[in-house]
């Protein structure tokens, strides 16, 4: 349970960070923990299985590669323990590998739609829209990249620092500087937290600005997205829930304490309507956002029962 209780605390710190990162980090705990797990019946076992999911569920309420990934490892239909808990092993580590293939799947499928000479703009730090980026760039296009700087977390930061590290030519800037720039221009690719069965895109806050921008300029703005970042719950009627974080990540708090009549709101994600995006780069293939329900009913193995 300690290693769980960890890494439940490195996603609620944002240590471990990033949609697909996140997903990844919670099958690997349950893995582990199902793997060393004491007990001495099958009741005590889905009791302790359905607790540390609900734990690790708990860290974040937005990125819906959590509870996709929490309820597709710790997936079992065995009756008895061990049975069970080879599953959840197999089941988890599937998941597993299907991030990082799909990261590969994205990066090969998206890379095709870049052209020689482009240049792109991407916002926060995303896996998924540096593997499209990444790949362009390896398979010989001239590519140069704008990068957000993503307050308050400054994600860019790391965003530049991956783009440095293959050598691609790329230009930090202020997150309000992002239609100052858009002229300049070919694309914009960004990442995903979730997809809305609507099509709707939740990613980091300001992406909506980005999609407005883009919109208004007449450039592309494309979403790098697993099939696992696609929302079940919407389907039902569920919203997606958007995080909110602490003041203290925009002010100092004694800087606050002076102030009575300021309160901060700081919104972690935002939505981007599916009007505003021209595709959905997934490990599935180049889908338009209408097509978010068939991703979900046939790929995530979604029935309305277990809602
Ligand atoms: C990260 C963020 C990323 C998506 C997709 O937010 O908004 O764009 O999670 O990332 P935070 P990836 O830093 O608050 O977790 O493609 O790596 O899954």
Known sequence: ???????????????????????????????????ELEVTSMEEFSAKI???????????????????????ASKYSSDNVEDARQEIIKNANLFIERADRALEKIGKIGSRRIQDGDVIMTHC????????????????????????????????????????????????????AVRYYMKDVDKVIVGADAIAANGALVNKIGTSQLALAAHEARKSFMVAAETFKFSPSTIVGNPIEIEERDAEEIIDPAILKELPHVQVRNPAFDFTPAEYIDMIVTDIGIIPPAMAYTVIKEHLGWELGEI
Request: glycine share 4%; net charge positive.
């Open 1 to 35: 349970m300690q290693k769980v209780k960890e890494t439940a605390e490195k996603i609620r710190t944002m240590e471990i960070r990033g949609a697909g990162r996140i997903a990844k980090a919670a099958a690997e705990a349950i893995r582990d923990y199902a793997a």
């Open 125 to 176: 730090n995303s896996h998924a829209a540096l593997s499209i980026i990444t790949t362009a760039f390896e398979s010989g296009k001239d590519i140069s990249v704008y990068s957000t700087e993503s307050r308050p977390r400054c994600q860019g930061i790391l965003t530049i620092r991956h783009l440095n590290d293959f050598g691609i030519p790329t230009t930090l800037i202020v997150d309000s």
């Open 50 to 72: 359905k607790e540390v999911s609900d734990l690790l569920i708990s860290t974040r309420p937005t990125a819906v590669s959590l509870p996709n990934a929490v309820k597709l």
